[in-house]
């Protein structure tokens, strides 16, 4: 793990929240499932076979769920990123990991939000956006908590300005 | 720095494998295993209650027919990736990445680190079955027709080789390979600032 992270940690809250988010998708997929299969089986088909349908969603939601929580801890554990001294290194996915270095010279803006979920869990989105599209997609930290999304925007903006702002007393333009 | 500069980093010595000429294949046949994983089920599934029309014989055809049109898509797939990456050379230079690309409309790139906006480093699944990375680094320009092509770079990152609008994706290295290039590419981007001492106090 790195330094940032054992400073600025991921909330265990994250895990919960990314398995009730997972857990959206089935339940669409399920309803989905649904309506083709009363248009499908019609009205005449024996309770029997409805009974079967619900109680093989219903199996297949638990082991989802279970499944979708060891994912995610799997996920949480090797969730990376590292402010160094010139970059801004993210790396995610344990099957298929992309990692990403941002220079702090080229970040455009450091952004915080939350989503509905992260307002009920107090969870917190960091995202450093440079010029490029792969940036929105791959450059965030994702799941911390206010203290922690406070302190890494702050070290962040620090970072930028003293990478790229005008430093005192070196051709400043006058105020006037 | 000395050092950095007699090192030639370029296609020969950070070659592209073989092996991602099989990435097209590899992932239209996840594709079709999934969608045929939903056909075995739904036919299975479905003919619970009027098994006189519809047998689970007829699922195997669908799924013989699946597999064998996902066939057609690769295999041009890969005549394309074989020229591609046939007339795809680049030569990663102390201040710019010198790049050719192209068999009939050829043309070359050359890139300042001083603009690179990052650097990534990735493995999908496909890559991780076949053992290799793929290496992209991005600039800044704006390239409508490419993005429109390559769909805001999703496609592109996938099965792709070269560059285009603002990517240059290096696919099929060795693990160390890619993380040994990141190193390289990251220092020259350091040593290639764009208000480095080096312009005397702009």
Known sequence: MSKTREQYP???????????????????LAVIFLFCSISYLAVGAPA??????????????????????????????????????????????????????????RIQDVYVDQDLLDRLFGLYDV??????????????????????????????????QEKVGSKPNSGQMSAH | MANESKQVV?????PISWRWLLKPLLGTFVGAGIVSFFV???FTFFTFGNQDVNGPFNGGILVFIIFFFSLVGPFFSMIFA????????????????????????????????????????????SDRILGITTFIVENAVQDFSAMARNKGGRRYEMSMIGFSGNKVVIPGLTNDLAQSLKEIVLAKMKSNQAHSSKTGGL
Do not use: C
Request: glycine share 4%; hydrophobic share 45%.
């Open chain 1, 48 to 105: 029997s076979i409805w009974l079967l349908l619900l109680a093989a969603l219903l199996v297949g939601f638990i082991v989802f769920i279970v499944a979708a929580y060891y994912y995610q801890t799997w996920y949480f554990a090797t969730y990376f990123y590292d402010l160094t001294g010139d970059y801004v290194i993210i790396r995610k996915g344990p099957i298929t990991p992309k990692e990403i270095t941002v220079p702090y010279e």
């Open chain 2, 82 to 125: 074989f020229v591609r990456r046939l007339t795809f050379d680049y030569t990663f230079e102390d201040n710019f990445i010198v790049m050719h690309q192209g068999l009939i409309s050829r043309s070359q790139r050359n890139i300042p680190y001083s603009v690179l906006q990052n650097v990534i480093v990735k493995q999908d699944l």
């Open chain 2, 10 to 14: 370029n296609d020969k010595t950070y």
């Open chain 1, 10 to 28: 991921l909330s265990t809250k994250k895990i919960i929240k990314k398995t009730i988010t997972s857990s959206f998708a089935f339940i669409v």
């Open chain 1, 127 to 160: 995202h450093i956006s440079t010029a490029t599209i792969s940036s929105a997609m791959s450059a965030h930290i994702d799941g911390v908590e206010q203290a922690a999304a406070d302190g890494l925007r702050k070290i962040l903006l620090d970072k930028v």
């Open chain 2, 40 to 42: 075995i089920i739904a």
